[in-house]
Every structure is written in C-alpha cells, then in structure tokens.
Nanobody
Framework: QVQLVESGGGLVQPGGSLRLSCAAS????????MGWYRQAPGKQRELVAR???????IYVDSVKGRFTISRDNAKNTLYLQMNNLKPEDTAAYYC??????????WGQGTQVTVSS
C-alpha cells in the first residue's frame, strides 16, 4: 500500500519558517519525481516546487529565494524548507510522487497558516 504522509505544517507569523516533510512508503522513492503542491480556499491546486530523480529543482516564481525543496532517497523522504513566510503562502500543502509511466500518488495534505 502506497502512503505519502506529510507533516510539519502549522500556524506561523509572517516572516517565520516551517519545514514540511513527506514520508513515502510502498513505492521505490528514488525513481519518482517528487513535488509539493498547495491549494488555498477557493483556488486551484498549484505546483510550488519539484525535484526530479536527478536532483533538478524548479519553483513557482512566488516562492523562489524563500523555499527550498530537497529529498533524501535513503530515508524515502521529501522536504520543503519555507522561510520568510507570507500570508499568501497560507494553504494546504500536498506531497506528490510522479513517474512517467506509473500512477501518480498524493498525500493527505498538511495545513500551513501564516498570520499574525
């Protein structure tokens, strides 16, 4: 059974930091491109950051310079370090495992709220 379990969300003040984690099981983690998506109320889910199997990263413009995605294949874990958080970063954050020929998998999400 495939599981992607996110953790690390919470309430933080503007300018603060959080580190999200996504623990994967039931898949060969190293062969999947991994990503973080987010969805705010009333908005579509959007890609925040992605890291390929080879370690190449991409970010949505709004988080460049503030967020860092990384993966630890030995621990089957994906991370998202979020610094200088802004109220507009408030959303549910989802972990995604993507492969060209295999099904996609999603986590259940973790809520991030940035508010004073």
């Amino acid at each position: 059974q495939v599981q992607l379990v996110e953790s690390g969300g919470g309430l933080v003040q503007p300018g603060g930091s959080l580190r999200l984690s996504c623990a994967a099981s039931g898949i060969i983690f190293g062969i999947y491109n991994m990503g973080w998506y987010r969805q705010a109320p009333g908005k579509q889910r959007e890609l925040v950051a992605r890291v390929t199997t080879g370690g190449r990263t991409i970010y949505v413009d709004s988080v460049k310079g503030r967020f860092t995605i990384s993966r630890d294949n030995a621990k089957n874990t994906l991370y998202l370090q979020m610094n200088n958080l802004k109220p507009e970063d408030t959303a549910a954050y989802y972990c995604n495992a993507n492969h060209v020929t295999l099904p996609d998998y999603w986590g259940q999400g973790t809520q991030v709220t940035v508010s004073s």
